[in-house]
């Protein structure tokens, strides 16, 4: 079964459309018109091992926010369409992730049961342009419309970008080993309930 899903969201403020496959090797081509969001999609593209094909027109002239946060969105729903029933995944994943001055831990559960644990300061206001503020917004949105209970702590770290960027890579490596399948237990669903 192809694990793929592809998702268009059209609204007063931004046109998106999302493609992935997640059962690809991490290739990606994202572009949103803003410039850091697209760095850190490609490290979530990269290290989830998802390909990922996203495009966004937003009021950008307003600010980043509605791009940032309908990326989000679409991305989330986009995951819950290509996981299916979740027959056969691990279901958890967690990462450890240090980057230079930076170490950032994201633990998380495919339950579809959203919710948002989070705990990372960003010294800085800005990352060039970018608002450090918007990074909690994309992931918000992603744990909302991904099902996601989702985990994310900051441990240490003083530079906003090396932070920001290891915990899209925390939140990527912990994606890949959720989405995995289980080699024991390849035709279940892996809750007592029997449904996730």
Known sequence: MMRTAKITRKTAETEISVEIN???????????????????????????????T????????????????DVGIALGQALTQAMGDKTGIVRYGSCLLPMDDALVRAALDLSARPFLVWNLDLPSQKIG???????????????????????????HGVNSHHITEAAFKAVARALRDALE???????????????L
Do not use: C
């Open 129 to 155: 342009t970018f608002d450090t503020e918007l990074v909690r917004e994309f992931f918000q949105a992603l744990s909302t419309h991904g099902g996601i209970t989702l985990h994310i702590d900051g441990l």
């Open 22 to 52: 997640l059962d690809g090797t991490g290739t990606y081509d994202n572009e949103t018109g803003v410039g850091f969001f697209d760095h850190m999609l490609d490290q979530l593209s990269r290290h989830a091992l998802i390909d990922m």
């Open 54 to 69: 996203v495009r966004a027109k937003g009021d950008l002239h307003v600010d980043d926010h509605h791009t940032v946060e």
């Open 181 to 195: 399948t289980d080699p024991r237990k390849a035709d279940a669903v892996p809750s007592t309930k029997g449904a």
